[in-house]
Structure formats: structure tokens, C-alpha cells
């Protein structure tokens, strides 16, 4: 089932389309060849609100269909992400004194996430997945899970069965649910009265600036910025009071939510706010000018691509992440480029790519194929990939990047 709206998600007024990716498949619908004839397709749009600038998808598969027991995206694949989650374990000890006795909540906790250190130094704890196979290996770890979908009637099942949480966290989870009503009411209702909901997705301003169009796909139903997230917590009692910009996920707002008037709006709030309004997010022009930024970096992409194919050099893609199922469908590349995808999760090996078919395999099969050039498919993780073929694909081939623009790493086009 398709879940599309004319309308903000939000506020029910009118949006305006930014730019229209096509026909796309499930970004993390990695594919059996015999499955081939069921693949699934829907039509990758974005808008924003004219009226509170939420920056949306207008349609999006069922959540039913996106997140279930073949998830295929599993965050203890990166080490940079591990480190991440510990950092906002230890921000809550150091930051806030977390105490044994108060109640965490981690919404999309994935195959460990914040809650698994948490565990790790016995505080109390929960994590919601609804999607089997990762919540099973969470589960396997000794981390204390529900298998759910976030929700409002899965809120107050929260509270009635343990208590109110102290600290709800997220990442990159919140901006994966599509029905915020259910999720924000959910959300005031599980806090306790000072509690902080700590949330963070990738911000919709990196996005715009570093052309990352490809961060636009069916689980990111919601691009949020300070605004937007604002916007969305006034409707439901809630308050954004601090921020924090974070390079995971490529850039990254972690936004610190409370209770109307439970805590005072900080400096980095403030800045924020002031660079936001400054930008204008309900002006039309910086939207126009992403779209035809994403044109070029189609274009350039094709081209270079096209350029080294002719020169008869092999070409892979460095892993097989959500955010190149957008790159790779809107630009139409397959094999006649890219020869294989290489990617360190099994769940993804010797499966096919969504909609553009490239095989994927493991590490071993890249070691003894190891090709001219690499797309870096997760750019994100530039700093731990780079570093982990230093001695490695580094010393025989080149990256190829298209963030913030097309280029070859350390090469000028
Ligand atoms: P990576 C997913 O996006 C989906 P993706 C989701 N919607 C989201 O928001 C973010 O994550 C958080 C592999 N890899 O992080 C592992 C190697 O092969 O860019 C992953 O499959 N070798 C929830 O999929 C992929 O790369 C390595 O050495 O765009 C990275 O995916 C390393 C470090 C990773 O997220
Ligand atoms: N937090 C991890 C995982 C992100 S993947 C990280 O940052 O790496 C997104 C996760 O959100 C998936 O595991 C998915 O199953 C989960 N998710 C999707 N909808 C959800 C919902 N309604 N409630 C809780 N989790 C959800």
C-alpha cells in the first residue's frame, strides 16, 4: 500500500513540489533474483509546506512493507556509529546525571543503538524496533526490547507497564515514522514532566548544501530542520529548547525537546533559530536552486562515469547504503558502469541492488576483484572507510565522490 498525501503531514495546508526522483524502489529492498517480477516501485517527490516548511515526501510505501524481519540495515555494521551511540550515552551520564533509577526509551534502538550501552553500565532501559531481525539481535545482546512500532497506544503501554521516561531518545528513526500525530502525542505522553526527548535525524540544511539529494528516499519521510521540528513540538505541548550539529548520518540536527516551559531556550538554540530565518525555508528560490543543483550532479556523475567506462577502467560501488538506491535509480546507473557493489552486511550480499540490479558481495570477493575506482557510496562514513583501506584499495585505486560535489578524491576534475 502507498501512503500519499496532497497535503502537510502536518498542518493539512498546501505544499509545493521540489523535485520529482521518478519511479523508485525500496531503498533497502535489496533483491533475490527470482523476486525480480514482485520488485516494488513508488514515486520518489519531495515537498514543503508553504505554511510551517516541513520538508516531506509525498508519497511512501507502507512502514509495514519498509521495516519488518528482512531489515537490511544494520548500525553495528559501523564502528563510527557504535561510538556515536556511546557518546550520547555518556552526554546523558556526564551532561544530565543520568541515575541507575531513572528510565530511558529508545525509539528505533535498531541491532544495539544508545540503549545497548546503557545496558552495558546497568541503567534502566528500553528499546522499540518493530523490525524482527534487528530487534532479535538486540534482544540477544541482553539489551531489554519491545518489537513494536512507536506509537501512542504503544507510549501508554510504556508508561502503564514500566513508568514515565525520563529520556526518550532517537536516531534516525524519527524522521522514518510517518504519522506524526501518533508518534509526538505518544512521545508527551511517555515523558515525565522535566523529561528530555532527544532526537536526531539528518538536518535538512546539510542536505540543501551539500547536495545530498541522496538522503531523500522512502524511510526519510521527514527532512527536518529547527523550524519544522519546532513547529511540529508546538502542536503537541512540547518545546525545542537546545541543538547540536552532529556529522553523523552526513550532518545531523540532535534536537532537545521537553514540556512547554520546562526548560529556557539556549544561545545554540538562538543561533540557529537566527540562521534559519535568514535562509528563508519557506522561500521558494533555495528548493529551486537544490533541484537544479541535483540536475548537475546527475549530469557530472553520468559523465564522469561515462568517461572512465570508455577508458576501459572498472568501476565499484563502495557498500550498498539506503542513500545509493536514490542515486543510482534517479541516474540510471547499472552495470554498465558499476560492476559490483561491496558491502560488509550479510542480510545485503548476493543480492541484487533495488531497481538498478548491480550484484552485491562480500568483502573477500572485493579483495580479490579489486577494481579501478570506487564510489563511496557512504560518504558519510568517508573518515572510517578511508581508514580502513588505507593500506588497502588506497595504495592500487582512486574514490569517487559526488559530495558536496562530483570528484575523484585528491583529484581535479
Ligand atoms: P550508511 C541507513 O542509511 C538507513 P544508509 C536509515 N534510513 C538511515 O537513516 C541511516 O542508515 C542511519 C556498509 N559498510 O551508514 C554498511 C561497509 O560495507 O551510509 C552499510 O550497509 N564497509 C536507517 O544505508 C553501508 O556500508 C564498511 O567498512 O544510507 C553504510 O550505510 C562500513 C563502515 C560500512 O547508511
Ligand atoms: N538508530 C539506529 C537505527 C536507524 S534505522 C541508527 O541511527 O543507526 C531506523 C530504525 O527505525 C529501524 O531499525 C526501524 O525498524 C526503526 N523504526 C521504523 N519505524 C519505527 C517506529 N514506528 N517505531 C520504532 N522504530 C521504528
Same mark, same amino acid.
Given at each position: 500500500m502507498i501512503l500519499r498525501t !496532497?497535503?502537510?503531514?502536518?498542518?493539512d495546508q498546501d505544499i509545493k513540489s521540489i523535485i520529482s526522483f521518478g519511479k523508485m524502489p525500496i531503498a !533497502?529492498?535489496?533483491?533475490?533474483k527470482k523476486d525480480l517480477d514482485s520488485e516494488y516501485f513508488y514515486n520518489l517527490e519531495v515537498a514543503f509546506c508553504t505554511n510551517c516548511s516541513l520538508f516531506q515526501l509525498i508519497e511512501m510505501p507502507d512502514p509495514k512493507i519498509l521495516f519488518n524481519q528482512n531489515y537490511a540495515y544494520h548500525s553495528g555494521q559501523s564502528k563510527f556509529m557504535q561510538s556515536h551511540f556511546k557518546d550520547i550515552a555518556k552526554m546523558l551520564i556526564n551532561k544530565y546525571n543520568l541515575k541507575i533509577n531513572q528510565f530511558c526509551v529508545e525509539i528505533g534502538n535498531n541491532d544495539g543503538g544508545i540503549v545497548e550501552y546503557l545496558n552495558e553500565l546497568g541503567y534502566n532501559h528500553l528499546g522499540v524496533d518493530p523490525s524482527t531481525n534487528v530487534y532479535n539481535i538486540a534482544k540477544s545482546k541482553g539489551i531489554n526490547v519491545l518489537n513494536d512500532y512507536f506509537s501512542f497506544d504503544v507510549a501508554k503501554k510504556i508508561s502503564k507497564d514500566y513508568k514515565k521516561a525520563d529520556f526518550i531518545l532517537a536516531a534516525n528513526a524519527l524522521s522514518h515514522i510517518p504519522d506524526l500525530q501518533s508518534v509526538f502525542s505518544g512521545i508527551e505522553n511517555l515523558l515525565s514532566d522535566d523529561g528530555i526527548f532527544i532526537t536526531e535525524d539528518p538536518y535538512l540544511i546539510d542536505i540543501l548544501k551539500k547536495i545530498s539529494y541522496d538522503q531523500i528516499y522512502d524511510e526519510h519521510v521527514y527532512i527536518f530542520s529547527l523550524t519544522s521540528m519546532q513547529n511540529i513540538c508546538s502542536k503537541f505541548g512540547l518545546e525545542l529548547f537546545d541543538v547540536e550539529h552532529t556529522n553523523s548520518a552526513g550532518g545531523s540536527l540532535r534536537c532537545f525537546i521537553a514540556k512547554k516551559g520546562a526548560y529556557n531556550k539556549t544561545n545554540n538554540y538562538n543561533f540557529f533559530f537566527d540562521y534559519e530565518n535568514k535562509l528563508n525555508l519557506l522561500n521558494n528560490k533555495i528548493y529551486v536552486d537544490f533541484n537544479r543543483s541535483c540536475k548537475k550532479s546527475k549530469e557530472e556523475l553520468l559523465k564522469l562515469l561515462k568517461s572512465l567506462t570508455n577508458k576501459n577502467k572498472t568501476i565499484c560501488g563502495y557498500s550498498a547504503s539506503a542513500k545509493n538506491t536514490t542515486i543510482y535509480n534517479y541516474c540510471g546507473i547499472g552495470t554498465e558502469y558499476i560492476k559490483f557493489l561491496t558491502d560488509t552486511t550479510p542480510i545485503k550480499q548476493n543480492k541484487l541492488s533495488p531497481g538498478m540490479h548491480i550484484p552485491i558481495y562480500d568483502y573477500k570477493y572485493f579483495n580479490e576483484n579489486l577494481p579501478d575506482y570506487c564510489f563511496l557510496g557512504a560518504w558519510n562514513l568517508k573518515e572510517e572507510i578511508l581508514n580502513k583501506e588505507k593500506n588497502n584499495f588506497s595504495t592500487k585505486g582512486k574514490w569517487i565522490s559526488h559530495v558536496p560535489h562530483v570528484h575523484i578524491l585528491n583529484d581535479t576534475l
Open positions: !496532497n497535503n502537510c503531514r502536518l498542518c !533497502n529492498g535489496f533483491i533475490d
